[in-house]
């Protein structure tokens, strides 16, 4: 080596550790994807069966209204005459058919009136409203 090349070693005060950091939170980040897609289920293998038909299905009904004043069953728009023929249908099949009624704020009351007309005309007794849980001031 030359003499006239000095390499002098100087200590340092400080580390920077954002390099770490950003390590240390991509590795964070990476954990909670891996183990939150792990614990979303148990796998099974489902059987097979010719009775799947029979099996139960989910009984509520849900009725909305728009703030136009379009009536929906179950996600499908009806006429007030074709809520009242499927819900007949589904009354006759269960005596004790809950309804649940989803009507937007600006909704007119006068067909929120209706279609409780027609829930009482079909004798279904098991209707919920659908509200917002007001917010605390």
Do not use: C, H
């Amino acid at each position: 080596m030359s003499a006239d090349v000095k390499t002098e070693l100087t200590p340092f005060d400080d580390i920077n550790v954002t390099p770490m950091l950003d390590l240390a939170y991509v590795l964070l980040v990476v954990f909670i994807i891996l183990t939150t897609a792990s614990v979303q289920g148990v796998k099974v293998r489902s059987p097979v069966t010719q009775a799947a038909n029979n099996l139960a299905k989910p009984q509520t009904r849900a009725i909305t209204i728009t703030a136009d004043g379009a009536v929906y069953l179950d996600a499908y728009p009806v006429s007030l005459e074709q809520l009242s023929s499927s819900l007949a249908q589904y009354k006759a099949a269960n005596p004790a058919l809950p309804v649940v009624l989803k009507a937007d704020a600006t909704a007119q009351y006068d067909k929120v009136m209706q279609v409780l007309e027609v829930a009482k005309k079909l004798d279904i007794t098991e209707i919920g409203l659908v509200t917002k849980r007001a917010v605390p001031e």
